[in-house]
Structures are given as structure tokens and as C-alpha cells.
């Protein structure tokens, strides 16, 4: 027997669950304002990774463990470690103050679930584009529905170690106009993910502030 069970203080598991969940930051009873954000990306871009890095919350993830039937499907050459993939959606919470919630989404990466993403942009405020250098084209998709919804997005190139690009050769390859904010980021950092946030609401604002003054009589 281990001590974990033989100490006759340790807590039983399921008082041990209980407890866990009371200490989750709870949501704000005062909480009205709830703002939609969805984090797109090819497939194992770090999607998930940058959701759980950030969220107040521990996240509601829909990971399934990838089995032989996705050879062929799915491209692993350069995610070759990668064992278990999102198949509906990731979903995070930070509460900003007593009255602002922000509720993050991470969208599925392969092709096959791509029918779920013009739902995930309903009410959405903004979106994060998370790249991988090594696989810029597996964000094209993400940038056209963007601009087809008319969903304002900034772009994050998430550090992989691969080989570096200048930002000016990013923003050729993915024909991003100057207006769309490019940053470096590590999907894996809270402090960074934050920061991507930050960037995404700051750019936000700067739109609403910009459509206030062209329509703001002369």
C-alpha cells in the first residue's frame, strides 16, 4: 500500500476532486460583457497549447487520440510526435475585470473539420491566425474565411526553432496587408499568449477608433 493511501489524513480522491474544483477561479456573478475570440491555424500549429497556456480556467478540450485510420489524411511530417488531435474545438475563459469575460475557441487544424469553423466565427470579435513558419500555406484557409466573415485578425508565428523569416517575407508569403499586426509568439507561454491577446484587442480598439473618426462629420 502507498503512503498516498495508508496516511489516514490524506483526503479521499473524490474529496480530493471536490476541492480541486472550488479552488477554479470562479466566474464573476457581476460578469455581463462576454467577448468571442477564435484562435485558427493549421493543424498542429499549437492551437490547443496557446488555449491552455492562457486560459483562467482549466480548458474544455475535444482531443481524440489519432489512430491509423488518419494516415493518409492527415499530414504528420512535420509534427511527427504529435498523438492526439482536436476534432470539434478547444475552449478557454479569462476574466478580464467583474463585468468582462473573454471566451477563447481553438479551432480543429485539419481539412476534414473545416466545416465547423463558419460557426465558431459567429459573434466573434476578433481572431488570431497561429503560424508556423515551416507550413505558411497551412494558413491560407484561415486568413480567406477570416476576410470572407470580415472577422479582423492579427497573425502569431509561434517558435518552432525552424529556420527564421524576416517579417517582411512572412507578410509576402500570406499577402497580409501592412494594416494586419505580425508578432512573435510561444504558444506555450501564458505570459506570451497574453501578450497575443493584448495585441488582438489593442488592434481591435484601433479599428473602432478609426471607423468612429471617418464617421464623425467634418
Not at 11 to 25: C, G, L, T
Amino acid at each position: 500500500m502507498d503512503s498516498a493511501t495508508s496516511d489516514p489524513k490524506a483526503p479521499a480522491p473524490a474529496a480530493a476532486a471536490s476541492a480541486a474544483v472550488r479552488s477554479r477561479p470562479r466566474l464573476h456573478s457581476t460578469a455581463s460583457n462576454g467577448l468571442k475570440i477564435v484562435i485558427v491555424g493549421g493543424f498542429g500549429v499549437g492551437k490547443t497549447t496557446m488555449v491552455r497556456s492562457v486560459s483562467d480556467i482549466r480548458p474544455l478540450n475535444t482531443e481524440e487520440v489519432m489512430t491509423q485510420a488518419g494516415q493518409g489524411v492527415d499530414d504528420l511530417s512535420a509534427v511527427r510526435g504529435k498523438t492526439a488531435t482536436t476534432v470539434a474545438f478547444d475552449f478557454g475563459r479569462i476574466s478580464l475585470n467583474a463585468e468582462t469575460v473573454l471566451y477563447l475557441f481553438g479551432a480543429p487544424g485539419q481539412e476534414r473539420f473545416w466545416f465547423l469553423w463558419d460557426r465558431l466565427f459567429t459573434g466573434t470579435l476578433g481572431a488570431v491566425v497561429l503560424v508556423d513558419t515551416r507550413r505558411l500555406a497551412d494558413c491560407w484557409y484561415a486568413i480567406d474565411r477570416l476576410e470572407h466573415h470580415g472577422t479582423p485578425f492579427i497573425v502569431a508565428r509561434n517558435d518552432f526553432g525552424g529556420p527564421a523569416h524576416t517579417t517582411e517575407e512572412i507578410r509576402d508569403a500570406l499577402d497580409l496587408s501592412d494594416g494586419v499586426p505580425l508578432i512573435d509568439c510561444d504558444a506555450r507561454s501564458r505570459a506570451s499568449s497574453k501578450q497575443v491577446l493584448i495585441t488582438l484587442v489593442e488592434h481591435l480598439r484601433a479599428r473602432v477608433k478609426a471607423l468612429e473618426t471617418s464617421e464623425t462629420p467634418s
